[in-house]
């Protein structure tokens, strides 16, 4: 059992950071809302420390889960960030999906402290956190994968060394562009069909059992029949993703139409006031 300590009790990391605890691990957390930090604390008895600092110092590893470039680099770095407070062959594992250029940043940053970095971007959403099962892709050098993989574990269906720091970045644009095209399709399909007049729960029974299949349908169609928007990733969060797909994608010559279009559409729901609706709001901009 490791020494870990988790920065970031948002919808992810809050259940992630428990199934830490509950697979044995010595848990210390950091949340900005200290008052969220206390109450996991008390949920899973494990300890809360007021800076990523103090939550870093003596821990193996250190995972964060934040929200973007700036929240990352704000508890990795300056003196009360947790880079100041690892051991010496101490692994940061960052479960933020930021852009690859902050994750190299901060990787040659970790290297002069002799500190590992693996970048571990995940897929699956709030569900997937919370039942522990995750798809969690890695880019970082083999040692320090190795070591961080079992720990990671506690909280991942699958969990992969994709490449180099930044390799794991790069796969969550993969995920993240594949979702965009995909749930943009499935609420034109949906929204067809009821102006079609046709019972949408039938529809879906059939498609799905074809090549239209897919995760989406078969867990979003009933809510998105339903105008119901609050179970999963936020528009906003998708947004910042995408952004970040989008120029990468400028970066390294990908052509995104797809998603550029998509990014738009989730701007319009976002002028709809669903900025916190869950990603397959989409279909609210079609009426």
Known sequence: MARTAFLGLGVMGYPMAGHLARAGHQVTVYNRTADKADRW???HDGRHQPTPRQAAEGADFVMACVGNDDDLRQVCLGPD???????KGA??????????QVTRELAEEAAKAGIGYVDAPVSGGQAGAENGQLSVMCGGARDDFDRAAPVIDA???????MGDVGAGQMTKMCNQIAIAGLVQGLSESLAFAQKAGLDVSQVVEVISQGAAGSWQMVNRHKTMDEGKFDHGFAVDWMRKDLGICLATGDQIGASLPVTALVDQFYKDVQKMGGGRWDTSALIARLG
Do not use: E, P, Q
């Open 41 to 43: 604390a008390r949920d």
């Open 81 to 87: 960030g947790a880079f100041a407070g690892m051991l």
């Open 91 to 100: 692994v940061f594992v960052d479960h933020t999906t930021v852009s690859a």
């Open 155 to 161: 909280y991942a269906k699958i969990c992969r060394l």
